[in-house]
């Protein structure tokens, strides 16, 4: 039985914080948005009817619930631990992005708001954005790194075809989190009519608790499939890390679940090293403030946010949501960093034994598994998030594997 | 009482308005930068906000972001802005300087040893962007104890039920960012604006500065009118960012700062 007064699921508190980190450190211009937003989610929470349009869109639109699948072959492979998928990977547009973003935007109609604004990375959270004001027909401006327009150019046509005006962006570095800042720049000029849909479990307070509820739904399917399946829960639950919301979906329902063992893996990049070729928040950064939250952060000793280095355009972030950094510290959760190699591998692995593409970002969830799975006895049970499908990145792929795909492989 | 606050009450008494201009320390380099802070009371400066450079301005238009990189790839550093404070109080013991920028750098410094630090090389106030007064007992609270004005964003979207909590913890001055948007975007109109800086008057004593969209010694002048004053950034961060000398921006300064002294 849960212990009310022990529980992990409470967080954060009217301060948005969780422990020390969340909070909202933006600028007065967006703080009365912020608090607007803040109240609107918290009457929607407790609305029936607000969640009975998101589940009969999940269900219908996007393919809602995905199937929790056991990887029969992988863990003959593996020759330990039973492994088991939760294929979120099937969702529409094909990643877990679309369940956060189906909660913002059907809050933002509630709101009155006629413009969506996004940042993407790889472009999945750009995609499902565009995706879905598509479907209701709302204006939507998607920033991107202008490094990240170049590397992940089917994205890019896929955002214009849905209708999306995508803005290449060239300040900072031109990557996920300058991305971020550009959002945060239209938002504080277009403070009337524009919803800031953010794509992962960071931010200012709501948006960390808000991002995870909506992407909840991945951790309680995966509980009650588990259930039918084994009869109980998992012994350990693993997901990928960027900005962390695939994996606090997986692993929210379960904080309370005290035999659960929670491990999220963050990208290890070249090696969590000194010259900072990772994305590994945790395992190689200090708490600092961002983007609207303190969380654990890569910078330099002055305090200047270092940019991330990753295989992964979905991992390439330098901070992490800050519950994860909450779950880190207090040591419910632990977190540990694989390397682009580890997770190529695992990539190839997961094609050859079990027919599916997954993307590069589960991939290192999936590497973590290969490492730990054959230690482990054959009654363990293993659930891993599948969290986005491979094919946007099979041109990435093709290039670390040294295959020369032509021009479509530009 | 702070320098800032002995400025104001020095300028109430002549009855004139205050001009406040923004400079982005270290860029494009340390010396240019603190030649350019060292001539900026004489080209008629009131208050000298001092950007402290970080790689993610949020609040920031592309000419203060290129600021701050310049800076930061010129190695400028918390340390040496403070240096630069330092070298510039030898020479000038009455100008108040703000400290203009974002959190992290402060709070990975600590929060203590900041304080200590910028009130010992004689910074007046902070004006902190990502600290909306939810957030006081970060930085606001201790800094005023520590004997340093925090001064206060107030914006459009700060409406009569919030501004009281905006002006609470607020001192030395409040500045009222005339614009939703960011540095050097869109220009300010003294139509829209004087109507706001009378709302915001209502409810304090403390002067009302206003910053964000004035480039011109017409738009200083007409802004500075309907407030105690105004800021100038971009446009002066642009003539430096051009090339030219620093004697020549220090002439468009006076030329800004004439207009807002006409008001």
């Known amino acids: ?410 | 009482m702070t320098r800032i606050d002995a400025k104001f009450a020095a300028l109430r008494e002549t009855g004139t308005k205050a001009f406040v201009a923004y400079v982005m320390a270290g860029d494009p380099d340390l010396d240019t930068s603190l030649q350019l802070v060292k001539g900026l009371p004489d080209a008629g400066v009131d208050i000298i906000e001092l950007g402290l450079p970080f790689t993610d301005p949020m609040a920031d238009g592309t000419t203060i972001q290129l600021a701050g990189q310049r800076a930061l790839e010129g190695g400028m550093t918390l340390d040496r802005t403070l240096d630069m404070v330092r070298r510039f109080r030898e020479g000038d013991d009455t100008t108040p300087i703000v400290m203009m920028g974002y959190y992290n750098p402060i709070y990975s410094r600590g929060v203590d040893r900041f304080l200590e630090q910028a009130k010992e090389a004689g910074i007046d106030g902070l004006i902190i962007v990502d600290l909306p007064p939810e957030e006081d007992e970060e930085l606001c609270i201790p800094a005023q104890a520590a004997g340093l004005n925090f001064i206060r964003l107030a914006t459009p979207t700060t409406d009569d039920k919030r501004l009281p909590k905006v002006l609470q913890n607020t001192s030395g001055f409040v500045y009222y960012v005339s614009i939703t948007g960011i540095t050097g975007a869109a220009e300010a109109q003294a139509t829209d604006v004087g109507p706001e800086v009378a709302r915001i008057k209502a409810a304090t004593d403390l002067p009302v500065i206003v910053g964000f969209g004035i480039k011109t010694p017409d738009a200083s002048e007409s802004i500075a009118s309907v407030a105690d004053g105004c800021v100038v950034g971009s446009a002066i961060v642009s003539e430096l960012a051009s090339g030219k000398p620093v004697s020549e921006v220090l002439n468009f300064v006076k030329t800004l700062a004439d207009g807002a002294h006409r008001a």
């Open chain 1, 1 to 410: 039985m849960n212990d009310l007064f022990n529980s992990f699921m409470t967080g954060p508190d009217e301060k948005g914080r969780f422990g020390i980190f969340g909070g909202r450190f933006v600028s007065e211009t967006l703080m009365p948005l912020i608090l607007e937003l803040e109240e609107q989610y918290e009457r929607a929470k407790t609305d029936d009817s607000f969640w009975a349009e998101m589940e009969f869109l999940w269900k219908h639109y996007v393919g809602r619930p995905s199937p929790l699948y056991f990887a029969e072959r992988l863990t003959e492979h593996l020759g330990g631990a039973k492994v088991y998928m939760k294929r979120d990977e099937l969702n529409h547009t094909g990643a877990h992005k679309i369940n956060n973003v189906l909660g913002q935007i059907i809050l933002a109609r509630r709101m009155g708001k006629t413009r969506i604004i996004a940042e993407t990375g790889a472009g999945q959270h750009g995609v499902a954005t565009a995706t879905v004001c598509a479907k209701f027909g709302l204006k939507c401006v998607v920033y991107m790194g202008a490094h990240d327009v170049e590397r992940q150019q089917p994205n890019v046509f896929r955002m214009k075809l849905l209708g999306a005006e995508v803005v290449p962006v060239t300040s900072g570095r031109g990557t996920l989190k300058d991305a971020m800042n550009d959002a945060l720049r239209d938002w504080v000029t277009n403070v009337r009519d524009t919803f800031y849909c953010i794509g992962t479990v960071a931010g200012p307070h709501p948006y960390p608790a808000m991002v995870r509820d909506f992407q909840s739904i991945i951790g309680k399917e995966a509980k009650e499939q588990m259930l039918e399946a084994e009869g109980r829960l998992p012994d350990t639950i693993i997901a990928a890390i960027g900005g962390g919301s695939n994996a606090m979906g997986l692993f929210y329902p379960f904080l309370d679940d005290k035999e659960v063992e929670i491990i999220g893996v963050e990208a290890g990049g070249k090696g969590v090293n000194a010259k900072m070729e990772h994305c590994a928040s945790l395992t190689g950064g200090r708490p600092g403030v961002l983007h609207g939250n303190r969380t654990y952060l890569l910078q330099d000793d002055d305090g200047q946010i270092l940019e991330g280095y990753s295989i992964s355009a979905g991992l390439d972030y330098p901070g992490i949501g800050p519950e994860h950094s909450w779950l880190h510290d207090i040591g419910r959760a632990q977190y540990v960093a694989i390397t682009d190699k580890e997770a190529l591998e695992a990539f190839q692995l997961c094609c050859a034994t079990e027919g599916i593409i997954p993307a590069l970002e589960p991939s290192h969830a999936l590497a973590h598994v290969m490492k730990i799975a054959p230690d482990l006895p054959k009654d363990h049970i293993i659930c891993m998030n599948m969290c986005g499908r491979g094919d946007k990145d099979i041109y990435s792929v093709a290039r670390h594997l040294g295959i020369d795909m032509g021009e479509e492989g530009r």
